[in-house]
């Protein structure tokens, strides 16, 4: 396989609560982080909590890079409008992959390649308050935070804009954590999502008459996801199903082609593919559950099934560092696979970012 | 006990409104939310209403005659969310 330009497009790299590869937050700047991480891009939610008064929230961006077996390089782009409608774009291509590293992850053939993916969801927000005595005692609280400050213009009413204010003026996270609690505690977050993906690839066989050829392939998926995400703990479940249509060498073609070295006795030899990549057809299902243990700290497994093939890979990907900003994040994630029982560690860093 | 029936006026595509009443109700309406509450207790009501950023909302209830009183009228923050408490008496 021939690799040049290495720009892949792959997986949605989303927050935790509403991704579908990665579970980095992508934290808004101007919120607190453990608000914004815990209702990612619930529409509306995290600058209502935060900064009701200043403006929604930017398109959101995020670049990854992978270091080991398989290395990649990933862009996402992401919006959320208030009529619940998320959209998201992502760019990846494999920098350094052994040979078929790329499929251990996620069983997702067409990150062999260089890849784009296009995924739109409709978001649905549950907004359960945890009760009613934390909501009166979250509003005191924030006033009397305020009231210590001595500040002018108070929104005099328990509600978003009183909450927004306050984080603008320094109160203090432990404070603004229960009106999340106290608003959020029992809301759910639901999504419903189409995806569909294209990735392209160059290969090498040799024709009939052993001469050298090579072609560029197309591979497209498109799925289906469906997920529902409890805002105050945290946590993800996300189920998928997709329709592959992806090439691959036909490794049974793999033969060792000899040609005599003029003047001499010897062979120079060496492995060709002595047919064009072949067509696979496949079906692949995935259920993934995810949990923001603290503003730095979160955990996914990801399991996922090939009904061609009937293999299941798990990965799990652990997040446990950030900068200060926690503009910057990285982890390590482990990959295994039940056919090879091959298993490969990956690290990697992301860093999110504003498009506004 | 009296009917009091909750509404919010607006172009928002969604909105709810809950009441403490022990156990909670929590109401999704199309149209209006409708609890039957004791009179001259005092409630706390909670609502979250979504909508595009500018859309005015006017939120009321009614009293024992089945006139409107607002609770809250304002406008949608650019978030597109809006939510807060009000306390009140049938």
């Known amino acids: 396989m021939k690799r040049s330009v290495c720009l892949w497009f792959g997986l949605a790299t989303m927050a935790i609560l509403s991704g579908e590869s990665s579970v980095c937050a992508q934290v808004v700047p101007e919120l607190p982080p453990e608000i914004a991480a815990k209702l990612g891009q619930m529409p509306g939610v995290t600058a209502a909590v935060g900064d009701a008064e200043s403006g929604l929230t930017p398109p959101q961006g995020e670049a990854q890079i992978t270091f080991g077996p398989d290395s990649r390089a990933v862009l996402s782009l992401s919006d959320t409008f208030s009529n619940g409608l998320q959209w998201q774009v992502v760019f990846s291509s494999p920098l350094a992959s052994e040979n078929g590293a790329v499929e251990l992850q996620t069983l997702d053939r067409l990150a062999a390649g260089t890849k784009a993916q296009f995924g739109l969801d409709y978001v649905l927000l549950d907004p359960k308050p945890g009760s009613f005595a934390d909501l009166t005692e979250a509003c005191k609280s924030v006033k009397a935070a305020l009231a210590d400050k001595k500040l002018e213009d108070v929104p005099s009413h328990c509600d978003d804009r009183l909450y927004g204010f306050a984080y603008r003026h320094g109160v203090s996270r432990d404070v603004l954590k229960r009106v999340t609690a106290a608003y959020f505690g029992n809301a759910y977050l639901k999504k419903l999502g189409v995806d569909v993906a294209a990735s392209y690839d160059d290969y090498d066989f040799l024709d009939e008459t052993l001469a050298k050829s090579s072609g560029r392939r197309t591979s497209a998926e498109a799925g289906i996801r469906a997920s529902i995400s409890r805002v105050i703990d945290s946590w993800s479940l996300i189920a998928s199903l997709k329709r592959q249509r992806a090439y691959r060498n036909d490794e049974s073609s793999l033969s060792q082609i000899c040609v005599p070295i003029d003047g001499t006795a010897a062979s120079r030899c060496a492995e060709a593919y002595l047919a064009p990549p072949r067509r696979i057809d496949d079906t692949v299902s995935s259920l993934e559950w995810r949990w923001q243990r603290t503003d730095d700290v979160a955990i996914a497994i990801h399991a996922s099934y090939s009904q061609k093939d009937h293999v299941t890979g798990v990965s799990i990907p652990l997040y446990f560092f950030s900068n200060a900003a926690r503009t910057l994040r990285g982890g390590v994630k482990f990959n295994w696979r039940n056919d090879t029982h091959d298993t490969q560690t990956v690290f990697f860093v992301s860093s999110g970012f504003d498009l506004l | ?90």
């Open chain 2, 1 to 90: 006990m009296i009917a009091v029936e909750f509404k919010v006026s607006t172009k928002a595509a969604r909105w709810w409104v809950a009441i403490e009443d022990g156990d909670y109700d929590f109401q999704k309406p199309a149209t209006a939310a409708r609890f039957e509450l004791q009179e001259g207790q005092p409630y706390l009501v909670v609502y979250y209403v979504v909508g595009n950023d500018g859309d005015a909302f006017l939120l009321t209830r009614t009293d024992a005659t089945g006139k409107d009183i607002a609770l809250a009228d304002r406008v949608l923050g650019q978030s597109g969310l809006a939510y807060g408490q009000q306390e009140f008496t049938p």
